[in-house]
């Protein structure tokens, strides 16, 4: 995630960019000392292998949008949000979100006490905002805040400053949430898509931290993105590797190192300013300057591209999409 294309080659989740998962971000509600904001950030709007514009559909009815919430430090999911779509009918497509806790929230289903219903995604240039008790919840397609140099990365991470992601959209869906629905103190958060194309539901996408789902599984990546936090030491060895042949580490150094990118967790403590890696991330938090550091062992620092200029202070902050969009159905 967060490189936009995380399936493999730099293709995307099962074929369907609205199962790819893009960024996930998480802060306290400005202004706000009981709120946070929660967002998981899908299906963009352009193409890397092979180029062009994906649909225009925003999200897949056939799919589940999850986010996980551990509450105890044991990267599994003590709470869980599950998004849902309708199918488009006449133009509109609308969300429900189901809360579930417990053991149905590390499982895998599309089950829960819904929050709220029948919630419009907005495919124009205003976003539709939908309330129900302590939430907020927002759904559809918005400026793609991401930024980085991603011809750059893949030409050998030669940056030469150019950010992809200008002028691109993404869809975003946001929440405003209590911050007792999160439990207490620093929580683990992660987010995944599933598809249920074939009559079962499939993980087809998970992640939470920038980028380390394509740079660094290789040959393990399916599996990587089938798997869940809590087994994630099994591939401690496979992003040592990777991290010994982008960065020069020792062997030791490496393992040292992958220990501190696994499990593939952002934490979160809604009683502190959001600080990607050290707490959540904000919307204009440069972590890929943060990776890139990582990633080469110090040896590149900066890709020199920094957040965008059209992010709104108000819900659902993700800056307003630079297209209008009618929610035709092109193929993905």
Not at 4 to 16: I, L
Not at 24 to 45: D, E, Q, R, T
Not at 231 to 258: C, K, M, N
């Amino acid at each position: 995630m967060s490189h936009h294309y995380s399936g493999p080659d730099f293709g995307f989740p099962h074929g369907d960019a609205r199962l790819d998962l893009t960024d996930l971000y998480a802060f306290p509600k400005p202004g706000s000392a009981a709120k946070s904001i929660l967002i998981m950030n899908v299906h963009p709007s352009v193409a890397l292998k092979p180029p062009g514009r994906t649909t225009d559909e925003p999200f897949a009815p056939g799919a589940i949008y999850e986010l996980k919430i551990d509450t105890n430090r044991d990267a599994v999911a003590d709470i869980a949000y599950r998004v849902r779509f309708s199918s488009i009918e006449n133009g509109a497509q609308s969300a429900t979100l189901r809360r579930v806790e417990g053991a149905e929230a590390a499982g895998i289903g599309d089950g829960g006490q819904v929050i709220l219903g029948s919630a419009p995604v907005s495919t124009g240039l205003q976003a539709q905002v939908t309330e129900a008790a302590d939430y907020r919840f927002f759904a559809g397609w918005r400026s793609d805040p991401f930024f980085f140099d991603t011809l750059g990365a893949v030409n050998n991470l030669q940056f030469t400053g150019d950010d992809f992601f200008t002028g691109k959209d993404v869809c975003s869906i946001v929440l405003e949430v209590p911050n007792s629905a999160l439990g207490s103190g620093k929580v683990g958060l992660w987010h995944r898509t599933l598809d249920g194309a074939t009559g079962k539901w499939i993980q087809a996408d998970r992640g939470a931290r920038p980028s380390q789902a394509v740079f660094l599984p290789g040959d393990q990546q399916s599996a990587y993105l089938a798997a869940n936090p809590a087994d994630d030491a099994q591939f401690i060895a496979v992003f040592a590797h990777s991290l010994e042949h982008t960065g020069g580490y020792t062997p030791e150094q490496a393992a040292r190192v992958a220990q501190t990118l696994l499990p593939d967790i952002l934490l979160y403590d809604s009683t502190l300013p959001a600080a990607y890696p050290s707490n959540g991330r904000a919307l204009t938090d440069d972590v890929m300057d943060h990776f890139i550091s990582v990633i080469t062992n110090g040896k590149v620092t900066r890709d020199n591209v920094g957040p965008h200029k059209d992010l709104l202070a108000d819900f659902p902050y993700v800056g307003q999409p630079h297209k209008a969009r009618s929610a035709e159905r092109v193929a993905a």
